[in-house]
């Protein structure tokens, strides 16, 4: 929730923006070579030094399953980059497609793999199938684009729509850290004073309560 959204360094935001598919091709793969780095180097950490990064938050637990950490990042923003995609394209249909797979595929695998008793592993896999379903769907849409695009990229091009659009690393990766933490801050601050199961259960009232909120919210975003 916190590292999924900055780790393209908010360059995502401004694939829709340039007039050219080509520049906005460059921007797409800009994102996704971050993102890839960022995860690597994540992956690294929470390799070697999980349990020590997990333990001061109770999630030491999720140690062993570091990989579907990274694999959860690599989903959330290779969905995000792909929307933005989507939404320069104004495929606004095969956003909403995806939105509706990505709660049934991943509140399905969830039930069945709780049903199975693969715990805590269930929870895990459903939740990367959330975050990231929907990814196989925009790609076969738009493979044809990003096929066609490809001869408009280059090295030089790429640290030139980088430099251009400097302003979304400098201004709006503060911004949006500082919004999620401040979001997820009460959730870290129950995790870093109690156990794992009060969190636990803090986490499940989070959502109850916020629920209604965000559909409401996501509602009228929608118009």
């Given amino acids: ?24 091709f460059n ?18 950490l929470l390799c070697f030094f999980g349990a020590q990064l997990l333990a001061p938050f109770s999630m030491q637990v999720l140690a062993p399953f570091w990989w579907l950490i ?14 933005f995609w989507a939404m320069r394209r104004r495929d606004y249909r095969t956003i909403a497609r995806t939105n509706i797979w990505q709660s ?4 399905l695998i969830k039930i069945i793999l709780g049903l199975l008793a693969l715990k805590p592993l269930g929870l895990l896999i459903g939740g990367v199938a959330e975050k990231g379903g929907g990814i ?3 790609l076969r849409r738009f493979f044809i684009e990003f096929k066609d695009n490809w ?14 659009h400097r ?17 997820q801050s009460p ?22 309560l916020t629920l209604p909120l965000n559909l409401i919210g996501s509602s009228m975003g929608g118009r």
């Fill in 27 to 44: 921007l797409l793969v800009l994102s996704f070579g971050l993102m890839v780095f960022v995860c690597i180097f994540v992956s690294v």
């Fill in 136 to 138: 196989s769907v925009l």
């Fill in 70 to 83: 990274t694999l959860g990042l690599l989903a959330t923003s290779g969905y995000e980059i792909l929307t």
């Fill in 167 to 183: 302003g979304f690393p400098i201004y709006r990766v503060p911004s949006q850290f500082m919004l999620i933490t401040a979001t």
């Fill in 1 to 24: 929730m916190i590292l999924a959204p900055i780790i393209t360094l908010r360059y995502v935001l401004a694939i829709p923006l340039p007039r050219h598919n080509g520049i906005a």
């Fill in 187 to 208: 959730l870290l601050f129950i995790a870093w004073q109690y156990n794992a199961e009060i969190t636990g259960q803090f986490g499940l009232a989070m959502m109850a």
């Fill in 151 to 164: 001869k408009h990229l280059r090295w030089s091009r790429v640290r030139k729509v980088a430099w251009r």
């Fill in 104 to 107: 049934f595929s991943g509140s």
